[in-house]
């Protein structure tokens, strides 16, 4: 270090020189200097930077990292000549220290991935398209996929493939244990039953809204549309519900676990997304929770249109089906698995949610520039999970792009291309003008076969077709799964606000789970290839889904009998004809509480085929059904 008294420290080539006798004589690289990027570069762009640095560092003059002026080589001259950038990555473990020194968090074995010594990057202008990795689902897969094995059931059961019925007998027990432990004498008394009913009602107040959820029970506002709630449940049993809303004893161990309220709900709808068969084309996201209450995991986006709210990583496929989420709950460790290098935090969430790929089956893997580095996708290729995506330019190290100013001169659909070469696998970064520079980064493709895209042109005030790269087009192509599934939660988002956090938390994961059983339900529907109009659309499943949960099971009317018994009745008005919805599949066919009952007037018996009408009535379905000695259409309509 005595060779670098009275140079000045915040230059580029001492910190350089200073790294280089670190690692000559203690094998330690300093960290915590000013490395001289942007302050719009990441903490992980930072730490990448510090432990991935090149041996030497030559500029446009022949500067060496000493700080002395030499001549060039022939063979750099060569290597110039060619458009060829030439990087040079240390081989081996590199121990990173801190003054004063704290001890590492991570609990990964391997903290420094072994790369190739050598990445050199050759700038292309003709190149054939690389060929599409050919995926091989497994047999499971491949039988789930198959017309014969689809089932097509009602909009319940598609449901209740996430909210099973162990998970509810569990929700009910933490119900009631929740409401003891707040209160001994006032016991909840929650059965499944009605914890299905409460379901029904939140799900349907997500339909109809208000402003407030006190207003379905309001005669003024929605007249007799209030007896239909009131009917199921009153407004104080709900709210009490709501009250004791609880997933498990705050009696158990929490083990520094931000989710601890809801991790038993979290956990098994993770299990239950990841047993779904996966596609080839998926990707990765964020995606928001709103929330403006108080609490250490609220997050602030500004380019979300929900900014305020908690932060969720998303799997998903490019169908908007999720397969694998992780909340986001601070410091994103490394993956306790051996052989997973520590690639920092943007990096590391990858490597979490990519456990649940399978490997060696061609899967291909989009995500933007805040989680795509080299070094993660030449790990996650040795997997066969080839990855594409947006790169910030310096997380590519070595090779400079021309500038958008360059390029705009050329024109819009303007492109260069690079190409690794050397051990290990050869990596494609693109960069792409469009309105502004575009930097991809991909491990399968490139930019050919070249396409057009449309843009409008204002100086003619048309528009114009711009050529557009492979790789522009397939990231743009399969990189909106999760954006989809946020779109398809915006649409009926429960409405129910609470101060709790976790409530609101647990109604995104509800409204998940019916986005995530109508998915499924449609592409059961298309692998049967029923007409569309025999399909519902996902505001009437909701609306089935709701009707199902409320009116399966024994429906227990509340409040006091009426006194007068002549005004139990509609008055009769002459040729009054009502009209009869029929029921849900699952209502009509649970065989619980379906009773005849003679109401007039007369009606049309509501059984398929049956043109005879009848003043018999099942007080349940609250349809006409004929019942006599010669037709028993009420027999016939509940099996």
């Known amino acids: 270090m005595d060779e670098l008294a009275g140079f000045d420290i915040t230059t580029f080539y001492t910190r350089e020189r200073t790294r280089q006798l670190c690692r000559a004589n203690e094998g330690i690289i300093p960290v915590q200097q000013d490395n001289g990027v942007s302050d719009e570069s990441s903490d992980e762009d930072e730490e990448l930077e510090d432990t991935i640095l090149p041996d030497r560092h030559t500029g446009e003059l022949g500067v060496d990292v000493t700080g002395t002026s030499k001549n060039k080589t ?44 050598r990445i050199l990057w050759t700038r292309k202008t003709h190149t ?82 208000t402003l407030q959820t006190r207003l379905h029970w309001s005669g003024e506002l929605f007249g007799r549309y209030r007896d239909y709630t009131a009917m199921v449940m009153s407004r104080n049993r709900w709210e009490a519900i709501k009250t004791n809303l609880h997933l498990r004893d705050n009696n158990d161990e929490i083990n520094n676990d931000k989710l601890f309220k809801i991790r038993p709900l979290v956990d098994h709808l993770r299990k239950k997304f990841q047993e779904l068969p996966m596609q080839q084309n998926v990707c990765i996201d964020e995606q928001m929770v709103p929330f403006k209450g108080r609490h250490i995991m609220k997050q602030y986006l500004p380019l979300k249109p929900k900014k305020w709210g908690f932060k969720i990583f998303v799997l998903a496929d490019s169908g908007g089906l999720i397969h694998d989420f992780i909340p986001y709950t601070g410091p994103i460790q490394a993956v306790t698995k051996e052989g997973i290098p520590d690639l920092g935090a943007s990096s590391n969430i990858v490597l979490h949610l990519a456990e649940t790929i399978p490997s060696d089956r061609n899967h291909c893997l989009y995500f933007d520039n805040w989680f795509n580095a080299v070094p993660l996708e030449t790990h996650l290729a040795e997997r066969s999970i080839w990855c594409c995506g947006t790169v910030r330019p310096n997380r590519v190290p070595g090779l400079n792009f021309s500038s958008d100013t360059e390029l705009k001169k050329k024109g819009r659909g303007t492109m260069e291309e690079w190409q690794s070469s050397g051990e290990g696998s050869q990596l494609t970064a693109v960069k792409w003008f469009d309105n502004k520079g575009v930097t991809l980064l991909s491990i399968f493709a490139g930019s050919q076969t070249i396409h057009t895209a449309q843009r409008y042109d204002r100086t003619v005030k048309k528009f114009v077709e711009i050529q557009q790269p492979n790789i522009v087009k397939l990231y743009n192509t399969n990189m909106g799964g999760v954006d989809l599934a946020d779109c398809l939660l915006s649409l009926y988002r429960i409405p129910v606000r609470s101060k709790k956090y976790y409530h609101r938390l647990i109604f995104h994961m509800i409204d998940m789970a019916i986005n995530q059983a109508w998915l499924l ?119």
């Open 128 to 209: 054939s398209p690389s060929p599409m990795p050919t995926f091989e689902p497994n047999d499971d897969e491949t039988s789930n996929r198959s017309e014969s094995d689809v089932y097509v059931g009602n909009p319940l059961w598609y449901f209740k493939q996430f909210f099973t019925t162990e998970l509810l007998d569990i929700i009910v027990y933490q119900f009631n244990l929740y409401a003891t432990q707040q209160n001994v004498n006032k016991p909840l008394h929650l059965t499944k039953e009605e914890l299905e009913q409460w379901l029904g009602l939140l799900i349907h107040f997500s339909i109809i809204r």
């Open 74 to 117: 022939d063979e750099e001259e060569e290597i110039n000549e060619e458009n060829i950038c030439v990087i040079d990555i240390p081989t081996g473990n590199l121990e990173v220290i801190q003054d004063p020194p704290v001890p590492s968090t991570s609990s990964s074995t391997t903290r420094v991935p072994k790369y190739p010594r």
């Open 521 to 639: 339900y449609r592409r059961g529907y298309e692998a049967k290839r029923i007409p569309q109009e025999k399909r519902h659309p996902l505001l009437s499943f909701r609306m089935a889904v709701s009707e199902s949960l409320i009116r399966t099971g024994n429906i227990v009317k509340r409040g006091r009998p009426s006194s007068n018994e002549k005004t139990a009745d509609p008055p009769k008005k002459r040729r009054q004809q009502m009209s009869q919805v029929r029921p849900q599949m699952d209502v009509r066919l649970d065989k619980v509480g379906h009773f005849p009952e003679v109401k007039n007037p007369r009606l049309y018996c509501k059984r398929l085929g049956c043109k005879r009408r009848t003043n018999i009535r099942c007080i349940k379905c609250n349809v006409n059904l004929c019942l006599n000695e010669k037709n028993n259409c009420f027999l016939q309509f509940h099996n």
